[in-house]
């Protein structure tokens, strides 16, 4: 019987599973050990929308006050300046795998040349607007098609006040030595002396995995053969008064690896993401310099891919970055920390908090999924990105492993930009679904038979949509002027609309 719980690590993933355990079953004890001389990962700013979801849907948490704390803006999709076109969005609004009354295909059928405007997201995306405008004229926040920027020290702070708030015990020590019987772990040794023993430890501990990886000894599978990255170095800038803050995330291709935007308020973020097998260090520095002179000061971050083969061992579940790690190509991090977070309050409280080693067996399956799905997901962005010609896109293109997500492509190829793989060759632990595959593919120009040749009447319609798109977006809400709106204190927000 689980009465007691205890969360090592104090970053994102320790306070979002604390905060979601404490909000499903109330009656654990539940204490959070971190450690202010070890600090946090201080990465991690795109969201998806599972963040949304997950803060203002099953923890409550009041949008306004959300903004007004963390400074958030939103994110409406990825720009890729990837592949053979300047650019293609791949949004959360999802429209390929949609057919558009009196068109014969699928709209990714009309992509081929000009794969702009495709919805009203990628409309918003190419005007820096963040919403579409009510009759009123107020900005129209909707659900289930936006993100968040979020600073993650910002984003940390404003979880561990509402962790205190909700009565979840927080400690700033510092574990050094970690105590072991036959159930897993009996305690852990803080640096005062004292033990600190629960009933269940969830090991947020970030890259060094204390519990899972490095106590209990778990195997760990490594994703290097589909995703060569290792390093990031990040830096930005302040932003001018006078510069529009874009709402999505830009993923930009660069010699030996890519490197992200993200804009704050005040702010503009950017880290190249790229593998020491190609460039040293230095070398990335001084090309991730010369294409954003504005940068200031740099930081380097080493991380390694991959996931520990269970995340449920004996009395220890990892969650975050101490289970498994993939680059941030889509924002996947904060992602996989909900789903975890929620899903382990969900089984524990289903279990009447006595966990059977099937239902242990389960998570760990579901989780083991939903990495391999995304490694392959990602492993595609690889793969088919024909924009440069340098050894490490020549070596991408030629060896990455893209493993289940090959017959997603086969099909893709045989048949064109369709959804009906969705139900056959794609897994059901896959989070990103058809219409991510064929954005991806078609977004690169991944070749395929059965073309279509769209008639006049077809191409006049189809351009009809993408006008729409475009005046809506004409007429939208910025992000700085949405953000004033909806924090101020007076917006009535239906909370409601979280609850999926
Ligand atoms: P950490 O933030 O590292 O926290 C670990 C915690 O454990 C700390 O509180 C530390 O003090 C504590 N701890 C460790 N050992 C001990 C000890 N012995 N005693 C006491 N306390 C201890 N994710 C996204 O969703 N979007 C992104 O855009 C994104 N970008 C990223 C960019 C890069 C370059 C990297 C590397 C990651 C990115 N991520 C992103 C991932 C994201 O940063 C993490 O998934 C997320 O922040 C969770 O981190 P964490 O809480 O697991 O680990």
Known sequence: MIRSVIVLGGGSAGFLAALTLKTK?????????????????????????????????????????????????????????????????????????????????????????????VDTQSALMSHNKAFVRR???????????????????????????KALERGVTVRDETVDEVLQDDAGIAGLRVASGVVRAADLYVDCSGFRSTLLGKTLGEPYTSFKSSLYNDRAVTGGWARGSDEPVKPYTTAESMDHGWCWQIDHLDRINRGYVYSTDFVSDSEAEAEFRRKNPEVTSTRLVR?????????????????????????????????????????????????????????????????????????????IHFKYNTRFDTPYWRACRADIDIGSAAAVVDFYRENGPT??????????????????????????????????????????????????????????????????????????????????
């Open 25 to 117: 079953l109330p009656q654990l004890n539940i204490m959070v050990i971190h450690s202010k001389d070890i600090g946090i990962i201080g990465v991690g700013e795109a969201t998806t929308v599972a963040l949304p979801k997950l803060l203002h849907g099953y923890l409550s948490f009041d949008p306004g006050d959300f903004y007004r704390r963390v400074e958030t803006t939103w994110k409406l999709g990825i720009r890729f300046l990837w592949g053979p076109r300047p650019y293609f969005d791949y949004t959360f609004g999802f429209q390929l795998d949609w057919k558009w009354a009196n068109l014969g295909k699928f709209n990714g059928f009309y992509c081929d040349d000009d794969f702009s405007y």
């Open 303 to 379: 991380f390694s891919t991959g996931r520990y083969h269970r995340s449920w061992v004996k009395n220890v579940v990892g969650i975050g970055n101490s289970a498994g790690f993939v680059e941030p190509l889509e924002s996947t991090g904060l992602a996989v920390i909900c789903d975890e977070s929620r899903l382990l309050a969900e089984a524990l409280s289903d279990a009447d908090c006595h966990p059977t080693p099937s239902l242990m067996a389960a998570y760990n399956d579901i989780f083991a999924r939903e990495w391999d799905a995304i490694r392959f997901f990602l492993a």
């Open 419 to 500: 959804p009906y793989a969705k139900t056959t060759v794609l897994g059901t632990n896959d989070i990103f679904g058809m219409e991510g595959y064929l954005c991806l593919l078609v977004g690169q120009k991944v070749p395929y038979n059965r073309a279509h040749k769209p008639t006049p009447q077809e191409r006049l319609l189809w351009r009809g949509i993408q006008a729409e798109n475009r005046v809506k977006a004409l007429t939208a809400v910025d992000v700085a002027d949405a953000y004033q709106a909806v924090s101020a204190p007076s917006w009535q927000w239906n909370t409601d609309v979280f609850r999926v």
């Open 135 to 161: 009759p009123d004229g107020s900005p129209m926040v909707g659900i289930n098609n936006y993100a968040y920027h979020i600073e993650n020290q910002k984003f940390v702070e404003f979880l561990h006040q």
